[in-house]
């Protein structure tokens, strides 16, 4: 399948075809980060921002600090579903554990105060 289609089913694909284009995607010699941090951004479906994250999760394997920085945001992002920054937190604990627990513990604090709202 062409990059092309994979960023296709990545954007707009069943749910299922979505994460399957994310891991073809991630493992490609040459992952087209931006347009991949696009549909992160800007997909209309929850599951297709959430593939995403998950391809840009193991793009961190890289020497392009871009997956990192919007994975980072997304996670930061009060406004991005709860699901995605999820998958982006998962992404960034496989590659890089936080350093000291306090930084979990902020997060999780910042995540209990969002859900009392």
Same mark, same amino acid.
């Given at each position: =399948? %062409? &990059? ?6 990545? /954007? &707009?694909?069943?749910i ?9 995607? %991630?493992?490609s010699? #040459? ?6 941090? /696009?549909?992160?951004n &800007?997909a209309?479906?929850?599951?297709? /921002?959430e !593939?995403?994250?998950?391809?840009l999760s193991? =793009?961190? /394997?890289l020497? #392009? #600090?871009? $997956?990192?920085?919007a ?5 930061? #992002? ?5 699901s995605?920054r999820?998958? !982006?937190?998962?992404?960034?604990g496989?590659h890089?554990p936080? $350093?000291?627990?306090?930084?979990v ?7 209990? !105060?969002q859900?009392?709202?």
């Amino acid at each position: =399948m %062409s &990059t092309l289609a994979l960023l296709e089913s990545l /954007r &707009t694909g069943k749910i299922a075809d979505a994460f399957e284009a994310a891991k073809h995607l %991630s493992s490609s010699a #040459n992952p087209p980060v931006k347009e991949i941090i /696009r549909v992160l951004n &800007t997909a209309e479906k929850i599951e297709h /921002r959430e !593939a995403a994250a998950y391809a840009l999760s193991w =793009m961190l /394997r890289l020497n #392009n #600090n871009a $997956p990192l920085k919007a994975l980072i945001e997304c996670v930061n #992002n009060q406004d991005q579903n709860a699901s995605v920054r999820g998958q !982006a937190l998962e992404g960034l604990g496989i590659h890089a554990p936080p $350093p000291k627990k306090c930084c979990v513990a902020k997060y999780r604090k910042n995540c209990a !105060a969002q859900l009392k709202r």
